[in-house]
C-alpha cells in the first residue's frame, strides 16, 4: 500500500521542474497523496500549472507575504478537502544585492524581507493552517541549509532567516504537538535550484561539498524528496521538532 494513500497534501514552493518541491510533490503523488500546488505570480503561475496538470494537482495562488492570501488559500483548501495532512514549507528569498560582500551589506528593509518570506511564512502557513491539520496526525516540513548554523560566503541575511526558520521549527513542533501535528526540517545540501544560482560563489560550494563529504559527492532533489516521504509518513510518527541533514554527510566533518 503507498505510504501517503489518501492524504491531503499541500506543496508551496514550487518554481520549475528542478525545484526541490517539485521532486517531493511528484513522490508524494507517486506514494498516492492528492496534491495541491501553489503560485506566487504569473511568471511562476506559467511554469507550475503545466507541472500540476500532469499530477492532477489542485493549483491556488498564494503570496506569503499576505495574510489575506494565505487565509483565502486554507479556505480553498477546506472547501476542496476539508483538512490537510501535510504541508510543505519550500519557500525562501532574499534580494540579491544581499547576498553580496558581508552581513554587513544587509539592509533593513532586505532583513524584513528575508525573514518574513524565509521563516514567518511558516508560523503564518500553520496559523492559518492548523485547524484542518489538528487531530489528523498530520505533518508540516520546512526546507533549510546549514548556513543556518555555519558561516558560507555570500550567504548573509539567508543564514540568518534559515537559522530563524529553524528555531520556529522547534517552537511549532511544541506548540502544536498537542494537536497531534508534526513539525520537521530537512537540512538539505547545494542542488542547482532556481533559488540557488543567486548566491555568488555557488559552484565552488558543490566543489567543496563533493571534495569533503563523506560520500564524496552531491546529493540529488529525489534524495530529498525521499527523506521528506520519511518525514511526512507514519513511518516518522514519533519525530518532531528535528533538522534533517541530507547533505552526504558534509555537516559531520570538521576539515
Same mark, same amino acid.
Given at each position: 500500500?503507498? &505510504? ?29 497523496? #492528492? ?27 498564494? !503570496?506569503?507575504?499576505? #495574510? ?6 486554507? &479556505? ?14 519550500? %519557500? *525562501? ?15 533593513? !528593509? ?26 489528523? #496526525? ?17 550567504? !548573509? ?11 520556529? @521549527? ?9 494537536? /497531534?501535528?508534526?513539525?520537521? *526540517? ?10 540557488? @544560482? ?10 567543496? %561539498?563533493?571534495? /569533503?563529504?563523506?560520500?564524496? /559527492? ?16 507514519? &513511518?516518522?510518527?514519533? %519525530? ?5 541533514? %541530507?547533505?552526504?554527510?558534509? !555537516?559531520?566533518?570538521?576539515?
Amino acid at each position: 500500500m503507498p &505510504l501517503l494513500e489518501g492524504k491531503k497534501a499541500l506543496v508551496l514552493g514550487v518554481a520549475n521542474e528542478k525545484s526541490i518541491a517539485w521532486a517531493i510533490a511528484r513522490l508524494f503523488h507517486t506514494e498516492g497523496a #492528492d496534491m495541491m500546488l501553489t503560485f506566487a505570480g504569473e511568471a511562476i503561475e506559467k511554469r507550475v500549472r503545466p507541472l500540476a496538470e500532469s499530477l492532477d494537482a489542485l493549483v491556488y495562488p498564494c !503570496n506569503v507575504t499576505s #495574510d489575506e492570501e494565505i487565509s483565502s488559500l486554507m &479556505l480553498f483548501a477546506g472547501e476542496k478537502w476539508g483538512c490537510i495532512d501535510i504541508l510543505i514549507h519550500s %519557500v *525562501a528569498f532574499a534580494e540579491k544585492d544581499e547576498l553580496k560582500g558581508s552581513i554587513l551589506s544587509t539592509t533593513r !528593509n532586505g532583513f524584513a524581507t528575508a525573514l518574513d518570506i524565509s521563516a514567518y511564512s511558516l508560523i503564518a502557513l500553520l496559523k492559518a493552517a492548523h485547524p484542518l491539520m489538528a487531530d489528523r #496526525d498530520a505533518s508540516a516540513l520546512a526546507m533549510s541549509y546549514y548556513g543556518a548554523e555555519k558561516f558560507f560566503p555570500n550567504y !548573509n541575511v539567508m543564514g540568518v532567516a534559515k537559522a530563524a526558520l529553524e528555531a520556529s @521549527v522547534r517552537y511549532l513542533a511544541a506548540g502544536l504537538g498537542k494537536e /497531534r501535528i508534526r513539525v520537521n *526540517a530537512i537540512s538539505a545540501g547545494p542542488i542547482k535550484t532556481l533559488a540557488a @544560482v543567486g548566491v555568488n560563489g555557488f559552484n565552488q560550494i558543490l566543489s567543496t %561539498v563533493e571534495e /569533503r563529504a563523506p560520500l564524496h /559527492r552531491n546529493i540529488t532533489q529525489e534524495e530529498i524528496a525521499k527523506s521528506a516521504l520519511y518525514l511526512c509518513s507514519d &513511518l516518522a510518527s514519533g %519525530v518532531t521538532g528535528e533538522i534533517h541533514f %541530507v547533505d552526504a554527510g558534509y !555537516n559531520i566533518t570538521g576539515i
